[in-house]
């Protein structure tokens, strides 16, 4: 079972979420609002690094006004884990423990069809 963590209002994760339902692929949604550990942050960091996992783009880090900070790689870690929603999405996690970070329809196809 692949566990998809995201937000339910994001549009990619919509899109992620669509193709596994169309696709009959079986999925658990974690909602990085209600119910994030910070564990996993280090664990999935060990399978991609800081700046794929890291969302520039998001409002939560125009809101925190990021854009002006120089921040390294361990201080990114710590806002991720104390600001979740930093963490771009979806991220999707599947069972042998690889990481699709975001939605891109070639790779989701690459990998579950």
Do not use: H
């Not at 949604?29 to 960091?45: A, Q």
């Not at 520039?56 to 120089?70: A, C, Q, T, W």
């Not at 921040?71 to 929603?85: F, I």
């Amino acid at each position: 079972m692949v566990e998809i963590y995201g937000i339910k209002n994001c549009d990619s994760v919509k899109k992620a979420l669509r193709f596994l339902e169309k696709n009959s692929i079986e999925y658990r949604f974690v909602d990085l609002r209600d119910s994030f550990e910070c564990e996993n942050i280090g664990r999935w960091l060990t399978k991609v690094d800081i700046t794929t996992l890291f969302n520039r783009r998001g409002r939560k880090y125009r809101e925190l006004n990021l854009s002006k900070e120089s921040l390294n790689d361990s201080q990114m870690a710590k806002l991720l884990c104390k600001e979740p929603l930093l963490i771009k999405r979806p991220v999707a996690v599947l069972e042998n423990g690889d990481l699709i970070v975001g939605f891109e329809e070639t790779k989701y196809k690459e990998r579950f069809l």
